[in-house]
Nanobody
Framework: QVQLVESGGGLVETGASLRLSCDSK????????MGWYRQAPGKQREMVIV???????TYADSVKGRFTISEDPAKGAQYLEMTNLKPEDTGVYYC?????????WGQGTQVTVSS
């Protein structure tokens, strides 16, 4: 059973940086794609950044130049580096992975950016 566990969320001020981690605990490997989504209060879940196994990375326009994704295959982990955070980045951030058409999600971690 695939497990994705996020950590690293918190309350920060505008302009701060934060690093989110997603640990698969070795339950998934060679995913076709992995990435991060977020859901702000009262809004639908939206894609933040997704990276495919071929190396293609897609960013939401709102995070280009500020957010980056990385992975550590040996640890089965992926990371979301967020810089210059803005209040509109507030939301629950979900780790995501897709393999052979099956999608997997973490439980989410809250990020709150105060103005």
């Amino acid at each position: 059973q695939v497990q994705l566990v996020e950590s690293g969320g918190g309350l920060v001020e505008t302009g701060a940086s934060l690093r989110l981690s997603c640990d698969s605990k070795g339950t998934i490997s060679l995913a076709n794609a992995m990435g991060w989504y977020r859901q702000a209060p009262g809004k639908q879940r939206e894609m933040v950044i997704v990276m495919t196994s071929s190396g293609k990375t897609t960013y939401a326009d709102s995070v280009k130049g500020r957010f980056t994704i990385s992975e550590d295959p040996a640890k089965g982990a992926q990371y979301l580096e967020m810089t210059n955070l803005k209040p509109e980045d507030t939301g629950v951030y979900y780790c995501y992975a897709e393999k052979h058409g099956d999608e997997f999600w973490g439980q989410g971690t809250q990020v709150t950016v105060s103005s």
